[in-house]
């Protein structure tokens, strides 16, 4: 007999793929405790929904569609129910993601210098030469320890075996943080009885670290060097998580028309007492906004000058300008040789297999297999052009063989993987969505990876977009130890 405390769970099934939290009719390992206290609230489920709902309208947090006609602000889309990861499993994440961007930086690093990869035909010289992301402006610059990409955010996903790779890599301006912070905040409000019994994680050190890390890049020897997050403006999608981090991190938040770059190279805010020299810069702008002067000089948002002062070693940016070369999606199907490379490893997490459609054994190879495949341009974000073959019409596989024909450099398949599912409160039952994860990786002298990241989540049923400007939404991420014993939900225990 079905109880009304598991009514909501009665009939749980995501069969055909990994679900994140049970299998077989009972809970994993490191989810024992966290189902068991879901499954009895019943009704009450319910209610933390709303009272989450409720908390993100009074705490404003919002996100933004470029979509959108008048580009309104919307609160934030959360699931109450959070995804679990045992901490043995994020151990072994944490250490692969390091890996990925200790290789990555060198990558970086070594293409704007001697690009010995180039000359030792790890990485084809035709891949770089038309490259979008790689910037000239940037030849023989060497930022502080070698590091141009400070933050990433990799984005992993889960297949049908269990298997995790990583989907690709967020190294120009990647976003989600903040709602990361703020997702944490609220499931503390709405399950405070469950921060006290369970081990989990805390990711409210991000900020810290982050500042941190900033600060150690400054050019001078300051104990509180001035940081700027430099933001487009009000109307970008990610303003405010650009706002929130100033906040935290006790940094200025500024528009390009806040800076100036005088005639001895350094950066300076324009404030009421006069000029501010400013030390590191955290740029939330793509690289060709930067400056008008050495990208397009029809930019209102960045800093004439800003790379001149940037070059001549007076401030410091992060991510370094030119980093976002190695955000491209056919330098991604490199990365595992990069790997082995620069460190003389073999990868800790595995690429997700990837046609390149540039060449042509591969593109006929796409071209035949449109239904199987998932197509992406390679230098978008944000779920932009994606095309998913199984979900096609006749007239968008035809407009998709077109776009790859006319441009292949720009574009690359995979296979769609059967995504993994998480319990989600959808209609007032608990019903499998696919998601994905988005850690968070700080690299300087010490690397940091955010325990856990912000789980995405594809809301509507079957579908496989989990960005929140597509429909998708989001979950609190738990990184615990499993310390509390497990029932199933039809109340015997769980081996």
Request: glycine share 8%.
């Amino acid at each position: 007999m079905t109880t009304r405390a598991e009514a909501h769970w009665n009939g749980y099934q995501s069969p055909g793929f990994f679900d994140e939290m049970l299998v077989g009719g009972g809970a994993r390992t490191a989810c024992e405790g966290v189902i068991r206290y879901l499954a009895g609230l019943g009704d009450d489920l319910l209610e933390r929904q709303r009272a989450a709902e409720l908390a993100i309208k009074a705490m404003g947090i919002t996100f933004a569609v470029y979509s959108d006609a008048d580009n309104t602000d919307r609160s934030w889309p959360f699931d109450v129910i959070p995804r679990v990861i045992s901490t043995q499993e994020w151990n072994a994440i944490s250490a692969g993601l390091v890996q990925r961007l200790t290789a990555l930086n060198m990558f970086i690093d070594d293409l704007y210098g001697p690009a010995r990869v180039v000359a030792d035909g790890v990485l084809p010289r035709e891949v770089l030469s038309s490259s979008k992301n790689f910037r000239p402006q940037c030849v023989g610059v060497k930022p502080r320890g070698g590091v141009w990409a400070h933050v990433c955010g990799s984005d992993l996903v889960r297949d049908r075996d269990g298997t995790v790779y990583v989907l690709e890599d967020n190294l120009r301006v990647p976003s989600g943080v903040s709602y990361m912070m703020e997702n944490r905040l609220i499931t503390k409000r709405v399950f405070a009885d469950l921060f006290r019994d369970l081990d989990i994680h805390p990711v409210d050190s991000y900020p810290h670290r982050l500042r941190e890390l900033l600060a150690a890049l400054s050019p001078r020897d300051e104990d509180w060097p001035t940081i700027a997050v430099l933001t487009p403006g009000a109307f970008n999608s990610a303003y405010f998580e650009h706002v929130f981090l100033a906040r935290q991190m006790g940094a200025h938040l500024v528009e390009g028309g806040d800076l100036v770059v005088e005639s001895d190279d350094c950066v300076y805010l324009r404030t009421v007492s006069g000029p501010v020299r400013v030390d590191v810069i955290y740029r939330r702008i793509d690289d060709l906004w930067l400056d008008p002067e050495a990208f397009r000089p029809d930019s209102l948002v960045g800093v004439p000058g800003l790379m001149r002062a940037w070059r001549s070693g007076n401030v410091a940016i992060a991510n370094a300008p030119g980093a976002g070369v190695a955000d491209d999606k056919v330098i991604y199907a490199f990365v595992p040789e990069l790997i082995r490379y620069y460190l003389g490893e073999e990868p800790k997490i595995a690429n997700v297999p990837t046609y390149l459609c540039h060449d042509d054994l591969a593109r006929g190879h796409v071209l035949a297999n449109l239904d199987e495949l998932v197509v992406k341009p390679a230098n978008e974000s944000g779920g932009m052009g994606v095309f998913v073959g199984s979900f096609a019409s006749q007239a968008e596989k035809e407009a998709m063989r077109l776009r790859i024909e006319a441009d292949p450099r720009n574009h690359i398949a995979q296979p769609i993987l059967a995504l993994s599912t998480a319990p989600t409160l959808c209609d007032g039952r608990v019903v499998p969505r696919h998601v994905d994860l988005r850690p968070f990786i700080l690299s300087g002298e010490r690397s940091y990876v955010t325990q856990g990241g912000l789980t995405r989540v594809a809301l509507t049923e079957g579908s496989l977009v989990v960005n929140s400007s597509q429909g998708g939404g989001s979950k609190d991420t738990w990184v615990l130890d499993p310390t509390m014993s497990g029932v199933r939900l039809d109340g015997t225990h769980a081996r």
